[in-house]
């Protein structure tokens, strides 16, 4: 390394590099790519960004930084502005000149960054519609790229990761017009394969990946609490006992966290959850010690700019004591002096739970953390089976580039960019069936130079869609001031934003008036009903395409393509606190299609009878099996159960035979339901032993029940599913 730069760390209190940091350093510098994947607060920024630092300090090279969230990049920044200013003092030294380019970025800075800098941080989203389209304006840039730093690879998983495989080489492409071949960088938690994955991830042979898995940094532990909810005083949809709800339970441990001093972070998967736990400790704390109150806030995806910088600040300082997040902060800021963490149900992945627990004692001290389970199969598994937790690796991700909905509107991009060229179709994975096929729908023209975008005045870059399943995002507007409120993705719009719902936003309820469906447009109202809302679906399944089979015994296991036809036709309203159903509403939403993968099991009714379920039982018994298998599919797949669907039906009009289907809840599939049917013995089995410890008589969340259910849970018969599901496990042993 330059004298300057290892002067300057040391300025900044870094006397020397850990292990790892050189581990993955020096092959770096060396040409090749890497992937550190070590533990939370391990050092992992240093070890990607030593190599690119160097060369734009000593040679005058360019590296760029990609983060999920400018949260993480405006923290980047602001170290690296500080390593700048101590290089900048050293004599003898080159110039260290970092800046981030996103959507809060001003025109006059935007000019300056791509004239100027040498080190840009930016997001997956600027580089697809901002950067890469516009590269003539940086070509200075590109020519002297020979670093790309991904941090937070681990995140780059399903449908959100195939769409950066495909950025990925939308980048290399332009890189390789301007004369360069930028080595990448991979900062990562702790992950399965990840030399494989990151391969996958950016394009290249695992061969030509180094990844760094051990971690020199010390660190003080963290002791892990497994949490189970206590008893509710209410009976379920089906009778059974239920549950206190995640975020009542959340709220009352960070309540006592944050009133016992501990700077406390709570993680909860969705917004609403959040804004509740939040809520309900505000409330709390008021009564034990108004002091605290202001104390206490949330922090989540669709909150204004403004606001999430002020949050931020106010957690970095110790403003605030207590945050209710969701995973916005998983993948957020650098927060040092966390003494507790609170996870909210099982997060989705391995990855993912060790990266929030990872947050806990951060500056050395012991820390702790609570994994509070929810009534959910999956979070019931691990309460009885911590070692699927502690002593299982961690989750492969899994991508998939040449998924067609997600490969095409990026080689549309990157025809725009520069046309296309028969190599291209290997770069992309799609083949060439792809681009002959966009060509014969009028969308590429085909020239002696390539293959061209074919239409003018429009930015291919914006019909790619990295972070939903199409339109979007709606602005969330209130209708007393027109002010707006925040934004919601279009594929969570018909189930959290119809006509009736009710959203909350920064401790604030509001009811849905109006979803302009044309102008992607959410009318709300201020509002504090003593309820929450929840959509109820139909949902429908057409096999298009079978591509594998198996035979288990007289059971049969497939997978292939399907056409599913949903519809949100009503909701219900809730009581805050105990879930009882207040009214039940209709709507008269439109129907969406999907074509999706699934993999899916058939059952001759003799089978179903000989496993001990009678015939006026297989609906339900199906439909339960469906449930808890969703449920348990998270724990050998890279996913949570809202990536997944589900349909049973007694008499399936395709496969004429009691079915159970599983899908992927993305257009063309994100390999989900596909690890499913590899891994179906293993799935199988620990879905039967989840409903087989449950202690209930007929079937609770914790079990069958399901959270997202349309038919509200019924019927369902979980003795039936038991001995279903149990007859699959003994089948292939008995072939």
Known sequence: MPESLRAGYRQLGVSAPYTHQVQAAEPLQGGRHVILATGTASGKSLGTQLAGLASAVEAGGTMLYLSPTKALAADQLEAL?????????????????????????????????????????????????????????????????????????????????????LLLRRLRRICAHYGSAPVFAGASATSGAPGASFARLIGVADEDVVAVTEDGSPHAPVDVYLWEAGASDRLGDQGAPTKRSLSVEAADVLTDLVVSGARTLAFIRSRRGAETIARIAGESLREVDPSLVGRVAAYRSGYLKEERRELEEALR??????????????????????DAVIISGWPGTRASFF??????????????????????????????????????????AV??????????????????????????????????????????????????????????????????????????????????SGQVIGDIGAAQVHSQAHPGAVYVHQGRSYEVQELD???????????????????????????????????????????????????VVGFQRKALGTGEVLSDEPLDMEPSVLRTRAMWFTAPETLLAAAGVVPEQVPGALHAAEHAMIGLLPLIASSDRWDIGGVSTALHRDTELPTVFVYDGHPGGAGIAERGFEAAEEWIRATAATIRRCPCASGCPSCVQSPKCGNRNAPLEKLAALHLLEALVAAPQEL
């Not at 970092?98 to 006059?108: F, I, L, M, Q, S």
Request: charged share 25%; hydrophobic share 40%; net charge negative.
């Open 517 to 567: 469906e044309q102008d992607q447009v959410v009318v709300v109202s201020e509002s504090s009903p003593p309820f929450y809302t929840q959509a109820r679906e139909t949902t429908s399944i057409r096999v298009l395409a079978e591509h594998r089979s198996a035979e288990w015994g007289r059971f049969r296991l497939h997978a292939g393509e399907v056409e599913v036809t949903g519809a």
């Open 355 to 396: 990266q929030q627990l990872g947050r806990a004692g951060r500056s050395g001290q012991r820390g702790a953390a609570f994994f509070i389970a929810g009534d959910d199969p999956l979070d019931t598994f691990l309460l009885d089976h911590p070692e699927a937790i502690f002593d299982t690796a961690v989750e492969d």
């Open 399 to 480: 991508i998939d580039p040449a998924n067609p909905h997600v490969a095409a509107p990026h080689l549309l991009a990157a025809a725009q960019e520069v046309p296309l060229t028969p190599s291209d179709a290997e770069l992309f994975d799609s083949g060439r069936w792809l681009i002959d096929a966009l060509t014969e729908q009028g969308h590429l023209r085909r020239r002696p130079r390539g293959w061209f975008f074919a239409h003018d005045g429009v930015s291919a870059a914006g019909w790619v869609r990295l972070r939903s399943d199409g339109g979007g995002p709606y602005t969330i507007v209130a209708a007393e």
């Open 81 to 165: 502005e500080q390593l700048a200013e101590a290089v900048g003092e050293l004599p003898g030294r080159g110039m260290l000149r970092p800046a981030a380019y996103d959507g809060d970025t001003d025109v006059e800075t935007r000019r300056w960054v791509r004239s100027h800098a040498d080190v840009v941080l930016t997001n997956p989203d600027m580089l697809n519609v901002g950067i890469l389209p516009n590269h003539r304006a940086w070509a200075r840039f590109f020519s002297r790229l020979r670093y790309v730093v991904i941090d937070e690879a681990h995140s780059c998983r399903g449908i959100y990761g195939s769409h950066i495989a």
């Open 317 to 338: 300082s110790g403003a605030l004591l207590g945050v209710a997040s969701t995973p916005a902060l998983e993948l957020g800021i650098d927060i040092a002096g966390l």
